[in-house]
Nanobody
Framework: QVQLVESGGGLMQAGGSLRLSCAAS????????MGWYRQAPGKQRELVAT???????KYADSVKGRFLISRGNTKNTVALQMNSLKSEDTAVYYC??????????????WGQGTQVTVSS
């Protein structure tokens, strides 16, 4: 079993910065990529940024140049540095971890979510 614990959300004015962190615990031996998704009220959950075990990153167009995703040396932590925040960044942010097992294939876990609110 795996648990993802997020921290760092909160309220910030537009133009400010926030940093989200996520730590995976439990059986993280087969962890592959980690990432962040967000869901605003009335909208579907969307990808924000991901980073794989080799450090390759992917960003949503809406956050490119403003957000930076990184992983810790142990590969079971991920952080999202959010700069130049906009009101449209307001959402619940979810940490995601994707695993690969040669016997069971791919599977994923989600964190409980952390609220980010950007005031204009």
């Amino acid at each position: 079993q795996v648990q993802l614990v997020e921290s760092g959300g909160g309220l910030m004015q537009a133009g400010g910065s926030l940093r989200l962190s996520c730590a995976a615990s439990g059986n993280t031996r087969n962890i592959n990529s980690m990432g962040w998704y967000r869901q605003a009220p009335g909208k579907q959950r969307e990808l924000v940024a991901t980073i794989d075990s080799n450090g390759a990153t992917k960003y949503a167009d809406s956050v490119k140049g403003r957000f930076l995703i990184s992983r810790g040396n142990t590969k079971n932590t991920v952080a999202l540095q959010m700069n130049s925040l906009k009101s449209e960044d307001t959402a619940v942010y979810y940490c995601n971890a994707v695993f690969w097992d040669n016997d069971y294939g791919g599977y994923e876990y989600w964190g409980q979510g952390t609220q980010v609110t950007v005031s204009s």
